[in-house]
């Protein structure tokens, strides 16, 4: 943030004028604390820097590292690659909050959570995917999960997996990658989602900002329902679907409500300004 400063001039104490002095002490006093608030106020506006793209919407599952393996280090970079948010949302039920799933290596075990997926039978790419937890002793193949703290580990890191993929100012354009089929998104689990007809794609449509210093938002219903569906962001993240009867801000959004609810996790962070408002500066320093 900038810093600012108040010069005025002051008279020089002079015996008769210390009633002029004490008033310009007063005002620069108001006057400092008056900028410092909407200093204060306006960081409580921008959201925090983002970490490095590798660990962006990096999750780790340490609610049972006190036995076993240790904590699971979950990326989503490598996950969004291959399957929509919402089948893993909103089919197998992931919270979207950190530490509420109650995911553990019994429901893993049982086929809930990871466990939908990484059965040892389910397959993606024509191959089965390998199973996430088991009865059977600790082995190499429970680190390709539970790496934190482990080096050589894992079988993708970020930089060679999304090296030919197209990018963004930050990170990766998922967007084009989707778009130009480079990555081909899963939906549908056999056992675990359920059959639907064909969602009609509700219009595209601009947000006029409440305040005339705020550059106008365009929102692409197109762009985020291949990822989330409808069900994902309604009702839970927006709970009316009707148009202007949900009052949201940049700031709930900072604090991790609306928009925020993903722009501040795995998708493009909140700092890339012109993802959204298509006139305002790139990014948000």
């Known amino acids: 943030m900038p810093t600012y400063s108040i010069r005025r001039r002051i008279p020089p104490r002079m015996p008769g004028n210390e009633s002029i002095h004490n008033s310009c002490s007063a005002f620069l006093f108001v006057a400092a604390i008056f900028v410092a608030?909407?200093?204060?106020?306006?960081?409580?506006y921008l959201p925090q820097p983002p970490p490095p793209a590798s660990q962006y919407g990096q999750v780790i599952l340490n609610s049972h590292a006190a036995t076993g393996p240790g904590p699971v280090v979950f990326d989503h970079w490598l996950?969004?690659?291959k399957f929509t948010c919402r089948l893993c949302h909103v089919d197998i039920g992931f919270a979207m909050q950190a530490n509420t799933t109650g995911v553990s290596a019994s429901t893993n075990a049982q086929g809930f959570h990871c466990g939908a997926c990484h059965n040892g039978t389910t397959a993606f790419d024509g191959k089965p995917t390998f199973a996430s937890c088991s009865n059977r002793p600790?082995?190499?193949?429970?680190y390709r999960c539970?790496?934190?703290?482990?080096?050589?580990v894992r079988q993708y890191d970020y930089e060679s997996y999304t090296a030919k993929f197209p990018k963004a100012f930050y990170g990766i354009d998922w967007e084009a990658a989707e778009k130009s089929h480079m990555i081909q998104l899963t939906d549908f689990v056999e056992g675990v989602s359920m059959k639907k007809a064909p969602m009609k794609n509700r219009e595209d449509f601009g947000v006029t900002p409440r305040y005339s210093w705020v550059h106008p938002i365009a929102f692409s219903h197109q762009k985020h329902t291949v990822w989330n569906g409808c069900e994902l962001c309604h009702p839970e993240i927006f709970p009316a679907a009707e148009k202007g009867t949900a009052h949201y801000s940049m700031l709930a959004n900072i604090q991790g409500?609306?928009?925020?609810?993903?722009?501040?996790?795995?998708?493009?962070p909140l700092n890339n300004c012109q993802r959204c408002h298509a006139s305002?500066?790139?990014?948000?320093?």
């Open 37 to 44: 608030a909407r200093v204060a106020s306006a960081q409580i």
């Open 79 to 81: 996950h969004r690659s």
């Open 138 to 142: 600790e082995t190499k193949q429970c």
């Open 146 to 152: 539970h790496s934190a703290g482990r080096k050589d």
């Open 257 to 268: 409500q609306y928009c925020g609810a993903c722009h501040l996790k795995v998708a493009f």
């Open 280 to 285: 305002a500066p790139l990014w948000a320093p």
